[in-house]
């Protein structure tokens, strides 16, 4: 079963930020936390994952609260493009444990 | 562009037969993920294979094998199919990392049992 809580859906106006919410209250402390999205019927895309400290990369924003109990996922300039489900996941750093997905948020940024 | 290769990207089939799906992973990955994703359960893990060996077992079917070759591209094998099997399959490749591991996945293949 999935560890995390994600909002069922959200809607974001284009240009805006868009900041994803992820509970993982009972995250361990060797778990990552790692951001996925799918695009209709795509296959998913990694976006960025994190262990403890705020992680920026070309996609997105990660911003992990000191307690590691939740992070928020942050695209900074959201566009159609975007529009999507996306998928917070914990995992340990360990070649034998796969990423178990839940229901994630679909996200609409609308124009 | 992912860097990993699935084919077919589509498949149709009759209920009772056999089919076989490809991945081919990113250059370098060792391990192999297979997903199922069909419209009311989500993507679910099948099956992962590291460097030739199975590492981690999900809710895959007795019906379902999988293998991976010393090539590193495996091959999922679904027999007596039935329509419910109906559904996008997914592979993924990583590799572990000190930092984590990240999945790069595949287009998917679409196979409609009939």
């Known amino acids: 079963d999935a560890k995390t809580t994600q909002p069922t859906s959200m809607d974001c106006a284009e240009g805006r930020a868009a900041n994803l919410p992820c509970n993982h209250s009972?995250?361990?402390?060797?778990?990552?936390v790692y951001w996925y999205r799918q695009i209709h019927s795509q296959g998913p895309q990694y976006i960025i994952h994190?262990?403890?400290n705020n992680e920026t990369n070309e996609m997105a924003s990660l911003i992990i609260t000191e307690d590691r109990k939740s992070s928020t996922l942050i695209l900074p300039h959201a566009t159609l493009r975007d529009t999507a489900v996306y998928y917070c996941i914990v995992r340990p750093n360990s070649g034998n444990t796969p990423l178990v997905f839940g229901k994630g948020t679909r996200l609409s940024v609308i124009a | 562009d992912s860097g990993v290769t699935q084919t077919p990207k589509h498949l149709i089939t009759a209920t009772g037969q056999r089919v076989t799906l490809r991945c081919s992973p990113r250059s370098g990955d060792l391990s192999v993920y297979w997903y199922q994703q069909s419209l009311d359960q989500g993507l679910q893990f099948l099956i992962q294979y590291y460097n030739g060996e199975e590492r981690a077992k999900g809710n895959i079917l007795e019906r379902f094998s999988a293998q991976q070759f010393p090539d590193l591209h495996s091959e999922l094998n679904l027999s007596s199919l039935e329509l419910g099997d109906s559904a996008l399959y997914f592979c993924?490749?990583?590799?572990?990392?000190?930092?984590?591991?990240?999945?790069?996945f595949g287009s998917g293949t679409q196979l409609s049992v009939l």
């Open positions: 009972t995250i361990s402390g060797n778990e990552y």
């Open positions: 994190g262990l403890k």
């Open positions: 993924a490749s990583g590799r572990v990392g000190l930092l984590g591991e990240k999945l790069f």
